[in-house]
């Protein structure tokens, strides 16, 4: 009989112990939770407060303020536009200069990723014909 009361005991501290241990880790978690809405709120509240700042300094009137104030505009006239075909020819392109160093060997993978992507066709794209 001293032998199961012992075990009944036993049990029983064992038990205690478990509940105590449940009850401090979920008192852990419950600051932790604590902690954590803390910070978001304080970081909604820094999110709100640089959303409400750069509104501030996006507002057009406060730019054409500073424009007016610090460039030298002038406002465009209608007498400053001209028709396309009064616009000069296209200067002829440049001669290549010649490389100071010689072009490296092509990569033979980016050669073979390369035709890989050329032959597949997109959604956009037919088969091309074999």
Do not use: C
């Not at 902690?35 to 507002?59: F, M, P, Q, Y």
């Not at 465009?76 to 290549?96: H, I, K, M, S, Y």
Request: aromatic share 4%.
């Amino acid at each position: 009989m001293r032998f199961l009361h012992l075990i009944v005991v036993a049990a029983l501290v064992s038990a205690a112990v478990y509940v105590y241990k449940i009850k401090f880790d979920s008192t852990q978690q419950v600051e932790r939770i604590a902690r954590l809405t803390g910070d978001l709120r304080h970081t909604r509240d820094a999110i709100a407060s640089l959303r409400a700042e750069w509104s501030k300094l996006d507002n057009p009137s406060r730019i054409q303020g500073l424009t007016e104030r610090h460039l030298k505009l002038r406002p465009v006239e209608g007498t400053q536009f001209d028709t396309l075909n009064r616009l000069p020819d296209r200067p002829a392109p440049a001669a290549p200069a010649e490389p100071a160093t010689p072009a490296p060997a092509p990569d033979p993978l980016t050669a073979m990723i390369d035709k890989q992507v050329l032959d597949r066709p997109t959604g956009s794209t037919k088969r091309p014909a074999r």
